[in-house]
C-alpha cells in the first residue's frame, strides 16, 4: 500500500523559513516524480512543485518560484520542500503527491499524504 | 484566479446524473491530457480521472469523463449521497511550465 506522510509544518512568522519533508512508503520511490500542492483553508488546489525521478528536473508555480525549492533523496524514500522569505499568503495545507510517470509533467497525481498545515502569521 | 474553469457547484437529487465542466486553453486542455479529482471535505484529495478518460482501479465507471478541444467533462451517473465532495480538473500548462487545477465544483446530492 502507497503510504506518503508529511511533515514539518508549524505555525511562524512572515519572512522566516520552513522545511516540509515527505516520507514514502510502499512504492518503489526513485521510479516516479513527485509534486507538492498545496490548499489554504476553505480554497481549492493550487499545484507548488515538481521533480522528476532524478532530480533533473524541476517546475514551480510563479507564486513561489525564487523562494521554494524542491529536492528529493531517493536513498531516503524522501521528498523535501525548502520554504524561504514565508509570506502570510503561503498559509495552507501542503500535500506531497506521487505521480503515475517519472516525468513531473505528466500531472496525474495518483497518491496523495493527509497533507501537513503551514500557518504564517505575526 | 484559476487557469482552468469550473462552476462553483453543481446539484441533482440521488440516482440522478452530474455533469462538471473544465474550461483551458490552447496551452493546457488543448495540448495536453487532463486528470479529475475527488476531495472529501476534511479529506485528501484523490484521483478519479486520469489521461482524459481512464479510470484507476476501484474507480466505479459511475464516473466518467471526455476532452474536447479546450474543454473536457466529468459525468458521475447514479448520484449517491457519498459522491458529495468537491471536484477538481488538472493538468499541464506547457506555455507556463506548470501544473494547473480548476477552481473546484462543489457537487450537492439534494
Known amino acids: 500500500e502507497v503510504q506518503l506522510v508529511e511533515s514539518g509544518g508549524g505555525l511562524l512568522q512572515p519572512g522566516r523559513s520552513l522545511k516540509l519533508s515527505c516520507t514514502a512508503s510502499g512504492f518503489t520511490f526513485d521510479d516516479f516524480a513527485m509534486h507538492w500542492v498545496r490548499q489554504a483553508p476553505g480554497k481549492g488546489l493550487e499545484w507548488v512543485s515538481g521533480i522528476n525521478w532524478n532530480s533533473g528536473l524541476t517546475a514551480y508555480a510563479g507564486s513561489v518560484k525564487g523562494r521554494f525549492t524542491i529536492s528529493r533523496d531517493n536513498a531516503k524514500n524522501s521528498l523535501y520542500l525548502q520554504m524561504n522569505n514565508l509570506r502570510p499568503e503561503d498559509m495552507a495545507f501542503y500535500y506531497c503527491?506521487?505521480?503515475?510517470?517519472?516525468?513531473?509533467?505528466?500531472?496525474?497525481?495518483?497518491?496523495w499524504g493527509q497533507g501537513t498545515l503551514v500557518t504564517v502569521s505575526s | 484566479q484559476s487557469v482552468l474553469t469550473q462552476p462553483p457547484s453543481v446539484s441533482a437529487a440521488p440516482g440522478q446524473k452530474v455533469t462538471i465542466s473544465c474550461s483551458g486553453s490552447?496551452?493546457?486542455?488543448?495540448?495536453?491530457?487532463v486528470s479529475w479529482y475527488q476531495q472529501v471535505p476534511g479529506t485528501a484529495p484523490k484521483l478519479l480521472i486520469y489521461d482524459n478518460d481512464k479510470r484507476p482501479s476501484g474507480i466505479p465507471d459511475r464516473f466518467s469523463a471526455s476532452k474536447s478541444g479546450t474543454s473536457a467533462t466529468l459525468g458521475i451517473t447514479g448520484l449517491q449521497t457519498g459522491d458529495e465532495a468537491d471536484y477538481y480538473c488538472g493538468t499541464l500548462d506547457t506555455s507556463l511550465n506548470v501544473g494547473v487545477f480548476g477552481g473546484g465544483t462543489k457537487v450537492t446530492v439534494l
Open positions: 503527491a506521487k505521480d503515475l510517470d517519472r516525468s513531473w509533467y505528466r500531472v496525474v497525481l495518483d497518491n
Open positions: 490552447n496551452s493546457n486542455i488543448g495540448k495536453n491530457y
